[in-house]
């Protein structure tokens, strides 16, 4: 008889010497990606740089694009669209759209940050994104960013990476004195106005008062010519010092930080440069995912339509028309089923690490709330499209019904009339400063991204 069930797939099964081979080698570019950009802007930089050498150019808003164009436009070096011009019709095909975020979790510096307390100094932060507070206590720590001086000088920040490069570090309260503190609840025990980071202990010579802020005052001076007023106008990440690295005797994973969202933002950029395809192809990498798409990097800022405009104008299509016949992937990790924690998920609908790249029909929390709940005839359409390019792909929500929830910036592209669902990487650890992902699942996300755009 034949088999008539559904069964997800392991990806690291289906793959041969030669597949095998190429996933390994996939993932010394992502891990190389990765350590190359820890925050919106080094991602951006670093992509730019990529598509450079690759013959892209930027655009400027209203120029003429013509078929064969390969462009770049960097949103305020935050967020950046790639636009490859095809010669399809895109009054039949409309764009395809990939879009993923460039930003990640992380302590944000408050504007007015240094202070000292009992011969320490420290930075005050305010955390960006969903984090469980208690794991960025006593990791090693970087700092990356800008501070835009009063003449409008940029100066950038980036300390911590390099081997002699000292860390910064936030403590925790032993455990032999932490009995008061064991029964409290995370949120609690953790509270956010206690993430200051250590930046330094010796004061300078003679001050008694502030002499080791003074000090670190005049470490900024020489090393950047700020002074404590610059920070005013500055924007400083604090982001685990940690570089990517196998996991595994086997290697099987890559832990990092930031896989959410670069391992689909890595494998939308490889896609877009290696594919062969006479589709016009937007591919996006956003900012400002993680507090909600908003300001004008995150995917609700109007630029998105600013630049489909211009595709239209210049192909002489209405933009309405443009719009309606384009197609996007949403591309954002989802949570992995963790064997640790199996009440958080329900398994036949959980996506597995190293099971294939994931497709999430609706994200939301509770009765689907806040959800772009793609229709069943764009997936129908979707499996297909992988089919025909063996991509293995599993499906899967984020975790048990009602018990949390998340979204994605699916639903600002839907809005636009464009038919948008969530494909991407399942992670393990999500928001943790050392995230997890299986390799096998990032190149199944190029595999994905390069059939849909074909
Ligand atoms: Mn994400
Ligand atoms: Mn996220």
Request: hydrophobic residues 40%; proline residues 4%; charged residues 25%.
């Amino acid at each position: 008889m034949e088999d008539l069930t559904y069964k997800r797939t392991n990806a690291n099964n289906v793959a041969d010497s030669a597949e095998r081979e190429a996933i390994n080698a996939y993932a010394e570019g992502y891990k190389a990606y990765l350590d190359a950009g820890k925050t919106e802007r080094e991602t951006v930089s670093e992509t730019v740089a990529m598509v450079e050498a690759e013959g892209y150019r930027p655009y400027e808003l209203g120029a003429p694009i013509h078929p064969g164009d390969k462009l770049y436009y960097n949103n305020r070096g935050k967020s950046l669209f790639l636009l490859r011009a095809g010669t399809a019709s895109l009054a039949e095909n409309g764009v395809r759209i990939l879009v993923a975020h460039v930003d990640s979790p992380r302590l944000d510096l408050k504007q007015v940050p240094l202070y000292e307390s009992d011969n320490i100094a420290y930075l005050k932060t305010h955390y960006y994104g969903g984090i469980k507070k208690y794991q960025w206590l006593t990791i090693p720590l970087a700092l990356h960013g800008v501070i835009v001086k009063k003449d409008g000088t940029v100066v950038d920040v980036c300390i911590g990476e390099d081997e002699n490069d000292p860390v910064f570090y936030i403590t925790d309260l032993l455990p032999h004195l932490s009995q008061e503190i064991m029964p409290k609840s995370v949120r609690e025990a953790f509270p956010a106005e206690n993430l200051n980071i250590i930046v330094g202990g010796v004061p300078v010579e003679g001050e008694e008062k502030d002499g080791v802020k003074k000090n670190v005052l005049r470490y900024l001076n020489e090393a950047y010519g700020i002074s404590e007023e610059d920070f005013l106008s500055a924007e400083i990440e604090a982001v685990p010092a940690y570089k990517a690295k196998d996991v595994g005797f086997d290697r099987a994973f890559i832990a990092s930080y930031g896989h959410d969202d670069r391992v689909c933002a890595y494998p939308e950029v490889t896609a877009t440069l290696q594919t062969e395809t006479d589709q016009t192809v937007l591919t996006i990498l956003a900012d400002k995912e993680e507090i909600g798409s908003e300001g004008n990097s995150g995917m609700q800022c109007i630029i998105i339509q600013d630049l489909l405009d211009c595709i239209a104008a210049s192909y002489g299509v209405n933009p309405a028309l443009l719009r309606a016949k384009s197609k996007c992937l949403s591309a954002d990790v989802t949570a992995a089923f963790d064997p640790n924690y199996k009440s958080a998920f329900e398994y036949m609908n959980a996506t597995l690490a190293g099971h294939g790249v994931a497709m999430t029909k609706f994200t939301g929390s509770g009765g689907k709330s806040g959800s772009n709940d793609a229709s069943a005839e764009y997936i129908g359409y979707l499996r297909g499209v992988f089919a025909r390019d063996n991509v293995v792909w599993q499906t899967g929500e984020l975790g048990r019904v009602d018990l949390g929830g998340g979204g994605t910036v699916a639903k600002f592209l839907a809005h636009y009339n464009i038919d948008t669902v969530d494909v991407g990487v399942p992670v393990l650890s999500m928001h943790a400063p050392y995230e997890l992902i299986a390799k096998v699942d990032v190149y199944q996300a190029h595999k994905a991204f390069a059939a849909f755009i074909k």
